[in-house]
């Protein structure tokens, strides 16, 4: 629903800040990492993932489109919610979480607060070849625009398919990435 909010810093604090956009003043959980980055500035831009849940919704801020990725890519994780993906990225980087998922350091998940050695594996084992590290760089992959295949799983995802099912379906799918994103929707609607 929002893809960032910019404007001026009214409240910070580590792990909650306060955005005035324009006269709204809006609230966003944040992670030590994003604390960070924002932690002088007056104004800033954040990346934001809105949470809708039975009694509330929610908005998370992250200072990069990156972390913003890693984030939505630990909730998809069974027994990840968003106050666990956010203790991790408050724990390790979004580069440091990629190295730890590379090496599949599970002793080094079991540090965060809240993971034990059976969530820790479950992180690795579904998020490994997930998260992309580009060559030359020693950040984590943010693209500007997702795939089109990116884009058609949280379309169907928002459209209430588990985010398993949804996958399944779009691999199903024949000449996936010569489709545009409607038609592949379509597609793997068909196939599921």
Known sequence: MFAYL????TYKSPSLLHLDVNGVG???NISLHTYSHIQQAGE???YVHLQVREDAW???GFATEAERATFRQLLGINGVGAATA??????????ELYRVIAQEDTRALEKVKGIGAKTAQRIILELKGKLELPQNTGTLSAAK?????????IALVNLGISKNIAEAAIKKVKDAPALSVEELIKQALRAL
């Open 86 to 95: 956010r203790i991790i990225l408050s724990s390790l980087t979004p580069d």
């Open 58 to 60: 929610v908005l998370y």
């Open 6 to 9: 910019e404007g001026k810093l």
């Open 145 to 153: 625009h997702n795939t089109t295949a990116d884009d058609a799983l």
């Open 26 to 28: 809006y609230e966003l």
């Open 44 to 46: 800033c831009r954040l």
